[in-house]
Structure formats: structure tokens, C-alpha cells
């Protein structure tokens, strides 16, 4: 329904939730220069201002983490009719997190529906790389170091703990200060097919462990087969060395 063009200054806040609530306004007077319409004069003291504000506040993020929120722009060649009241609204589907859109939604004077491009950056402290690092590097606690990234650039999680990272292959290039996330990095290998495991099974409050034969390689976080004693098979998680856990 409606073509973007490339972004508008951005907008900063340390508070968060209303970073994106103190962004739309300025969509309001985008929209009143272009003469696209004239009505969103008075938009600033409307009530969709603090509506944004609620819809924002509901943004995820962790303790210590700042907003930083930047606003694209609807296609120049519409023509909204004016409209006095705009509320604005989160589309189905749509996540206020990194490369995203908001709706707004004209529901007095005139009926029009658009949605405006928006980017929400959420920057807190990760692993990064304290040098260029190739493809196929073994990481080691010298390649780590703390730095401040956008958690929201990418949809791969970024690497909180050392531990998660250090003897693990890199699987592309980072360059000093990049963050390191999870897909940056081959899977561990905890054990291979035929090694004998721990099979733990987790229930509320108890664990019951048994050995047994792997069945295939037990990659971190992956499920793999094990057949134990009496020649039944289960299916875990792979979570540590020569190590599976079923959840009941």
C-alpha cells in the first residue's frame, strides 16, 4: 500500500519507553509541511501522543539498556485527508524491535490506515572483538572484550558470557568492536555417535539420570538420540560434555 524512503534523523533517549512515543510527533509535522494534511496541526497535544506512549512502554529491554529510535518516512505523493484524531497502533505481527513499522490509523474527519517505517535500536553491553578475526578462528579470551551494541541489529543473540564463546570457531569475519552473536559461531560438539552419555531427565523438583550410547553427535543446544539400557530410545538436548537432558 505505501513505499518508504530512506530514514530521518534519529531521535535519542536514555528512558525507553518513550523514545518512540517522542519520535511519531515529528511524523505529525512531516506530514503538515508536505500539506498531506493539514489537520495534524494540533497533533502534538492529541491523545494518540500518549497512546504511543503505552504502546512503547510495552518494548522489552534489558536493565541498563538505552532506546535510541529513528523514523523513516511516508511516500511524499500521498494525500491524506485531514484528520482530528490519529491513533496509532502496533500492526499484527509487528515487534517493536529493530527494523519494524507502527500504524496510524485516522479514525475522526476522515478514514485512512498508513504505516511508518521505524527502527528501534537497543543498545547495551556484549562481547566484542578486540581485533579483526577471520572465518575459522578458535576463540580464546584475548579476542573478547566489552563493548556497547545494538542488540536489536540482528535477530542472533548476542553473546552475554565468555564462556560461550572462547574454544568455539568462528564461522565469518568480525572486526574490532563488533559484537559476536550466537550464529557467528559453530556449533560445540559435546560428544560423538557411540560415546557413552549422561541422560538426565528433569522434572519438577527431581532429576533421574541414566547412562547410554549417543546415536549421533551431540551438538550444543541440539536434540540428539541415545539409546540406554534395555534398548530404548530417547531423544535430549545436548547441554554439556557427554552430557543430555530430556524435559518432562
Not at 498531506?36 to 502534538?44: F, I, N, R
Not at 578475526?133 to 553473546?159: F, N
Request: proline share 6%.
Amino acid at each position: 500500500m505505501l513505499a518508504v524512503e530512506k530514514s530521518i534523523r534519529p531521535l535519542h533517549s536514555r528512558a525507553g519507553a518513550f523514545a518512540l512515543a517522542s519520535a511519531l510527533p515529528c511524523l505529525a509535522a512531516a506530514l503538515l509541511l508536505s500539506g498531506s494534511a493539514g489537520a495534524l496541526a494540533q497533533a502534538a497535544g492529541q491523545p494518540w501522543v500518549r497512546e504511543v506512549q503505552q504502546l512503547a512502554s510495552r518494548t522489552q529491554i534489558p536493565p541498563g539498556a538505552r532506546i535510541e529510535v529513528e523514523v523513516g518516512t511516508l511516500d511524499p505523493r500521498l494525500k491524506l485527508a485531514p484528520c482530528a484524531r490519529i491513533t496509532p497502533y502496533v500492526p499484527s505481527g509487528a515487534r517493536l524491535w529493530g527494523r519494524t513499522h507502527m500504524g496510524l490509523r485516522c479514525d475522526e474527519g476522515a478514514r485512512w490506515n498508513v504505516f511508518i517505517p521505524v527502527t528501534v535500536k537497543v543498545f547495551a553491553d556484549a562481547w566484542t572483538a578486540t581485533q579483526t578475526l577471520l572465518p575459522g578462528t578458535v576463540l580464546d579470551i584475548a579476542h573478547l572484550q566489552r563493548g556497547e551494541v545494538d542488540l536489536a541489529a540482528e535477530s542472533s543473540p548476542v553473546i552475554q558470557e565468555p564462556g560461550r564463546a572462547v574454544g568455539r570457531v568462528l564461522t565469518r569475519a568480525l572486526q574490532p568492536g563488533q559484537a559476536i552473536h550466537e550464529a557467528d559461531l559453530k556449533a560445540r560438539q559435546w560428544f560423538a555417535a557411540g560415546d557413552i552419555v549422561r541422560v538426565v531427565t528433569v522434572g519438577s523438583g527431581f532429576a533421574i539420570s541414566v547412562d547410554g550410547q549417543a546415536l549421533g553427535a551431540g551438538l550444543d543446544g541440539q536434540i540428539t538420540k541415545v539409546r540406554i539400557d534395555g534398548g530404548r530410545i530417547v531423544s535430549g538436548r545436548a547441554t554439556a560434555e557427554r552430557r543430555i537432558e530430556v524435559a518432562l
